[in-house]
């Protein structure tokens, strides 16, 4: 399911190809498809943020600003990704888990954000491998990396869907640790604390 609604996201996204477009959510409020498109929507508008800063003739003032919405935007990724555990850790909180249950090396949530980032890599190059203005050589390398990207996918996917099962049967726990990003907390960002001295 989440492969599908991060694939209907990114071709929405791209019906306008603008960082500025409105995300208009065709999935029923709260729910759990609803989250991974708002989840995949900001990370599609990242992505453009991110080729758009990486033009060698943007104005600076324009690079700062767009580098300042990439962090809020990276913030607001990171807090989404919390939430999606967050909704895994409540699904799962009567599971009994077992003596010999491990915990995993990531949560569901991150192992599905770096799907939500697969989606994209996949629409992008594949337009690459479809580009009849590229070289020979520049669409078969296109078409080779989608083809790994495409077996990189099935492979994350069987191992998300792995993971949610062991949750559910008590053979794997989960917790939710809250990112602490040091340099977005004036609190503790030495930069930001000196000024007020």
């Not at 603008?18 to 508008?45: H, M, Q, T």
């Not at 337009?127 to 078969?140: C, G, K, M, N, P």
Request: hydrophobic share 40%; glycine share 2%; net charge negative.
């Amino acid at each position: 399911m989440a492969n599908e609604v991060f694939d209907r996201s990114v071709a929405d996204y791209h019906r306008t190809d603008n960082v500025d477009a409105p995300c208009v959510n065709p999935y029923e409020k709260g729910s759990l498809e609803a989250i991974f498109y708002d989840k995949n929507w900001v990370d599609a508008v990242q992505w453009h943020l991110e080729d758009i800063i990486r033009d060698p003739e943007i104005d600076p003032r324009e690079a700062l600003e767009l580098k300042r919405r990439i962090d809020r935007s990276n913030q607001v990724r990171t807090d989404m990704v919390e939430d999606i555990d967050t909704w895994f850790r409540d699904q799962y909180k009567d599971v009994a888990t077992l003596p010999e249950a491990t915990i995993n090396t990531e949560s569901p949530a991150w192992a599905l954000d770096r799907l939500s980032i697969l989606a994209l890599k996949i629409w992008h190059m594949r337009e690459q491998a479809e580009r009849t203005d590229a070289s020979e050589e520049h669409i078969a390398k296109s078409r080779a990396k989608l083809t790994v990207l495409l077996e990189q996918r099935e492979d994350l996917t069987s191992a998300i869907d792995t993971l949610l099962e062991d949750i559910a049967a008590g053979r794997k726990y989960m917790k939710v640790y809250r990112q602490m990003k040091l340099y977005n907390d004036p609190a503790t960002n030495p930069v930001l604390y000196a000024k007020k001295k």
